[in-house]
């Protein structure tokens, strides 16, 4: 009889959560301290500013919700609009879906731009719109970086253009759940006014923690704005962290993991971490296409560097290559969401990883696709694979 244990390590290639490393697991077992001593500053003071460093902020003030983000989410919107506010939101995936059903939730009056799944933002109509609306009904334009759903990137340099371009007042806030940390983000560069994270993705952390970086803008914004909101309140939040505190009871764990996981990026150096997603996602893409099968994303201009959602063939249940990949060879795949569903399957190449990581997912995806019935080149995409990466050096 099969025994329960399952030897080796599980290949984790969800996007997200990701591979948290050992020091930052290490640096987690701490025991529980006073969150009120005069010493816990010197833990959050540091840890705020070290975090803005992963959005490249100065200027934006950075909150550490207890939270995933779903809650950055709705803290970014209900600190600063009131009910009724009309955003701009393009819907491109099953994230942003999910984002503009939680702005109507929270009262706003979300104006959509559907683009198809498997492209992203598309600032000429988003300029289209923001021309349209001379009465500047139109306070904040939301739009997700990277859509984790198709492994879609979307420019978000070229938003901001387009909302300069408009000349038009509205706040720019942008879901960076699955890009920051790992693609080029820039808040204020862009001048993101919300720009928001969770912690089991870049950063490499468990689930826990929402994190919002506010332009002063959007801090403005929050002394007026109406929606309803408590435990997430940017006031009370600012004036408790402005001392080194927070309002309640923090979950220290994730403080003293953050810190270590934000030294990991430091110690990497965040260009060269932007470098290594760069090169894992090409490598990936190599094997898509020497396997002779498609990503989701319709061009390369909107591949991501953190997802490859890959096309399965017609009559193919991606679900099934994903049970396949878990039950026999201990390998996590992304399951294809809402309309994509069974279409696909996701291979996460995003945190702590590297190349020998990256080869044995694809040898368990080729492995897990054979099984399910499709037709592969046994080892095909391993060799483009390593092809790529023997090709190709860091940094
Ligand atoms: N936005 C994006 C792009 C995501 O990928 C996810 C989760 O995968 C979320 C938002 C929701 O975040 P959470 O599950 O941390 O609440």
């Given at each position: 009889?099969?025994?329960?244990?399952?030897?080796?390590?599980?290949?984790?290639?969800?996007?997200?959560?990701?591979?948290?490393?050992?020091?930052?697991?290490?640096?987690?077992?701490?025991?529980?301290?006073?969150?009120?001593?005069?010493?816990?500053?010197?833990?959050?003071?540091?840890?705020?500013?070290?975090?803005?460093?992963?959005?490249?902020?100065?200027?934006?003030?950075?909150?550490?919700?207890?939270?995933?983000?779903?809650?950055?989410?709705?803290?970014?919107?209900?600190?600063?609009?009131?009910?009724?506010?009309?955003v701009?939101?393009?819907?491109?995936?099953?994230?942003?879906?999910?984002?503009?059903?939680?702005?109507?939730?929270?009262?706003?009056?979300?104006?959509?731009?559907?683009?198809?799944?498997?492209?992203?933002?598309?600032?000429?109509?988003?300029?289209?719109?923001?021309?349209?609306?001379?009465?500047?009904?139109?306070?904040?334009?939301?739009?997700?970086?990277?859509?984790?759903?198709?492994?879609?990137?979307?420019?978000?340099?070229?938003?901001?253009?387009?909302?300069?371009?408009?000349?038009?007042?509205?706040?720019l806030?942008?879901?960076?759940?699955?890009?920051?940390?790992?693609?080029?983000?820039?808040?204020?560069?862009?001048?993101?006014?919300?720009?928001?994270?969770?912690?089991?993705?870049?950063?490499?952390?468990?689930?826990g923690?929402g994190?919002?970086?506010?332009?002063?803008?959007?801090?403005?914004?929050?002394?007026?704005?109406?929606?309803?909101?408590?435990?997430?309140?940017?006031?009370?939040?600012?004036?408790?962290?402005?001392?080194?505190?927070?309002?309640?009871?923090?979950?220290?764990?994730?403080?003293?993991?953050?810190?270590?996981?934000?030294?990991?990026?430091?110690d990497?150096?965040?260009?060269?971490?932007?470098?290594?997603?760069?090169?894992?996602?090409?490598?990936?893409?190599?094997?898509?296409?020497?396997?002779?099968?498609?990503?989701?994303?319709?061009?390369?201009?909107?591949?991501?560097?953190?997802?490859?959602?890959?096309?399965?063939?017609?009559?193919?249940?991606?679900?099934?290559?994903?049970?396949?990949?878990?039950?026999?060879?201990?390998?996590?795949?992304?399951?294809?969401?809402?309309?994509?569903?069974?279409?696909l399957?996701?291979?996460?190449?995003?945190?702590?990883l590297?190349?020998?990581?990256?080869?044995?997912?694809?040898?368990?995806?080729?492995?897990?696709m054979?099984?399910?019935?499709?037709?592969?080149?046994?080892?095909?995409?391993?060799?483009?694979?390593?092809?790529?990466?023997?090709?190709?050096?860091?940094?």
């Amino acid at each position: 009889m099969a025994g329960s244990r399952r030897p080796g390590r599980n290949f984790l290639f969800v996007p997200g959560p990701t591979n948290i490393p050992e020091r930052v697991q290490r640096a987690m077992i701490v025991p529980s301290e006073d969150h009120r001593s005069s010493a816990f500053p010197e833990l959050t003071l540091p840890l705020f500013e070290e975090t803005k460093k992963v959005f490249k902020s100065r200027e934006g003030q950075i909150f550490l919700f207890p939270a995933t983000g779903t809650g950055a989410w709705e803290a970014a919107l209900t600190n600063t609009l009131s009910p009724g506010d009309r955003v701009l939101a393009p819907r491109y995936g099953q994230f942003s879906t999910l984002w503009i059903d939680l702005a109507r939730r929270v009262g706003l009056d979300v104006e959509i731009q559907d683009e198809e799944w498997g492209t992203g933002a598309n600032p000429e109509r988003i300029e289209e719109a923001l021309r349209a609306d001379r009465e500047h009904r139109i306070k904040a334009v939301l739009v997700v970086h990277n859509e984790t759903t198709t492994g879609v990137t979307s420019d978000i340099g070229a938003v901001r253009k387009a909302i300069d371009a408009a000349n038009h007042p509205a706040m720019l806030y942008v879901d960076g759940v699955s890009a920051i940390g790992s693609i080029d983000f820039r808040a204020d560069e862009w001048r993101v006014d919300c720009a928001i994270t969770g912690s089991q993705k870049g950063l490499m952390l468990p689930a826990g923690l929402g994190l919002v970086c506010v332009s002063k803008r959007a801090l403005e914004a929050a002394k007026t704005a109406e929606c309803r909101r408590v435990y997430f309140d940017f006031n009370d939040q600012a004036k408790a962290n402005a001392t080194g505190y927070f309002p309640y009871t923090p979950a220290l764990p994730m403080l003293y993991g953050l810190r270590e996981a934000l030294a990991c990026v430091e110690d990497e150096g965040l260009e060269n971490v932007f470098a290594r997603h760069r090169r894992l996602a090409d490598g990936t893409r190599a094997a898509v296409k020497a396997w002779g099968l498609t990503l989701c994303a319709k061009d390369p201009k909107w591949h991501s560097d953190t997802v490859s959602a890959v096309m399965v063939p017609e009559g193919i249940n991606g679900a099934e290559i994903i049970d396949i990949a878990y039950r026999r060879y201990n390998l996590a795949l992304g399951a294809g969401l809402s309309q994509v569903a069974g279409k696909l399957f996701r291979i996460g190449h995003i945190g702590d990883l590297n190349e020998l990581m990256l080869l044995g997912a694809l040898a368990g995806v080729e492995m897990a696709m054979q099984d399910a019935g499709i037709r592969i080149t046994p080892g095909s995409g391993v060799a483009a694979a390593t092809e790529h990466f023997r090709n190709t050096r860091e940094g």
